[in-house]
């Protein structure tokens, strides 16, 4: 048609003057074919002549799809035409065995199998994994080379891996990568990889194990546990008591011991005049246990009332000192305590310059973990002379005297009482 037009041109040139052309230019695509009115141009880039008027140009270029425009020319018009044409694409149905997979494509999770994705463009390749829990990742790849459908199925490998985690002993907390699991034995299944084990259990140091998995094994082991030391605190009564572990001394009360392992220990505490105390004491691990033993004196006490003051007293050959005056009471002395005596019969001795007799020793019987009281020990002492009005001079013992009368004794076993109004004087001797 277009060469028949160009012809009719020609023909009525020598009659009247044929208007100028439209000048066209073409570009797009590489290898992109242009077609005008069904008649084929030329491959763009192109430049050619049209009369004015109106033209059905038809784009095609090899990967993308047919174009079709509607061009309107004037006479003598200079027109430039860039065609973008939409790549040519198709659909391809990514599925798996089992489905439900998830397609990741560049870190994007696009969806789960079975999953059509538009726009795949023939030439070009893809890639993308396939995640499921249970089963190995697998890589898949697709491509087209037309506009054709295309379908991609993938068996999918299961990675499960039977595992059995076991401690000795049992009922150990079991944490698989930071998450409680139960306790042990623990049964189960995992994906193949690597985990990380930890096992708490009272009265144990917790252990922490690493463990690879690759999937179709079966991955049994069996982990001892550490037991923790146990501990002891150990007080007495009296304090200050050694401390003996299966007959090794290990402190002085009070103390703890926490290096223990878990087992039954006999404990003693042996302390100077005490009986030695002995405990079966079962250590746990972990624990700290707390006992208490008391001491039972293995000697007694001796408290001594001896009168009157002054007077030396010695215990068994030793020296205790002599008698003092109790300030609340010139009737009575001070008390004299001894302790730590072994049970059994002590000798006592009082003394004194002008006692008679100057000296006497009396048994007494000390009993083991009780204080002794024995009978008062009075020495007949002359502490005092008296001179009666009508001359007489006598030297005895004042045992008691008031305004009145004084009680006097001028021998052991004799005593009376004199009126202070027959006496010039009563004159207290030194006995210290």
């Known amino acids: 048609m277009i060469i028949g037009a160009l012809a009719a041109v020609g023909i009525l040139a020598g009659c009247s003057k044929a208007p100028e052309k439209a000048l066209v230019t073409v570009t797009g695509p590489a290898g992109m074919v242009l077609s005008v009115d069904d008649q084929k141009v030329g491959v763009a880039p192109v430049t050619f002549k049209l009369n004015g008027g109106t033209y059905l140009f038809k784009y095609h270029a090899p990967g993308y799809e047919r174009r079709w425009e509607t061009v309107k020319l004037k006479d003598a018009e200079q027109r430039k ?66 506009a054709r459908p295309k379908q991609v199925m993938i068996d999918l490998d299961a990675n499960m891996v039977k595992v059995e985690f076991l401690s000795k002993p049992a009922r150990a907390r079991l944490m698989i990568n930071g998450r409680e699991v139960g306790t042990t034995p623990y049964r189960g299944e995992l994906t193949e990889g690597k985990y990380k084990l930890r096992f708490e259990l009272a009265g144990y140091s917790p252990l922490e194990q690493t463990v690879t998995l690759s999937r179709g094994e079966k991955f049994k082991m069996e982990y001892p546990l550490t037991p923790l030391p146990g501990g002891i605190s150990i007080s007495s009564v009296p304090e200050g008591a050694a401390v003996y572990i299966n007959g090794r001394k290990r402190g002085v009360t009070p103390c703890v011991l926490t290096d223990l392992p878990a087992a039954v220990y006999e404990v003693r505490a042996e302390k100077d005049g005490y009986d030695p105390v002995t405990r079966k004491v079962e250590i746990a691990s972990g624990y700290k246990d707390e006992i208490k033993l008391v001491l039972l004196s293995s000697t007694g006490e001796l408290e001594l009332d001896i009168r009157p003051a002054g007077v030396e007293v010695l215990l068994d050959g030793k020296k205790l000192g002599k008698t003092e005056e109790n300030p609340e009471s010139k009737a009575v002395t001070k008390p004299i305590r001894v302790s730590g005596l072994a049970p059994g019969e002590h000798k006592v001795t009082v003394s004194h310059p002008r006692a008679y007799p100057p000296s006497r020793t009396v048994s007494v019987m000390v009993e083991k973990g009780k204080l002794t009281r024995p009978r008062t020990i009075t020495v007949w ?4 002379e008296i001179k009666y009005r009508d001359g007489r001079v006598e030297v005895g013992t004042l045992y008691q005297e008031d305004d009145n009368s004084i009680l006097f004794g001028p021998e052991p076993g004799i005593r009376y009482e004199v009126s202070r109004g027959d006496l010039e004087y009563v004159k207290r001797l030194n006995v210290e």
């Open 381 to 384: 002492i002359a502490n005092c």
């Open 81 to 146: 035409i860039h065609v973008d044409l939409k790549r040519e694409s198709a659909s391809v149905l990514i599925a798996t065995k089992p489905l439900g997979a998830q397609l990741v494509v560049d870190g994007r999770v696009l969806g789960a199998t079975p999953i059509v994705l538009d726009n795949v463009i023939p030439g070009n390749e893809y890639t993308g994994q396939l995640r499921m829990p249970g089963y190995a990742e697998r890589s898949v790849k697709w491509a087209v080379d037309s």
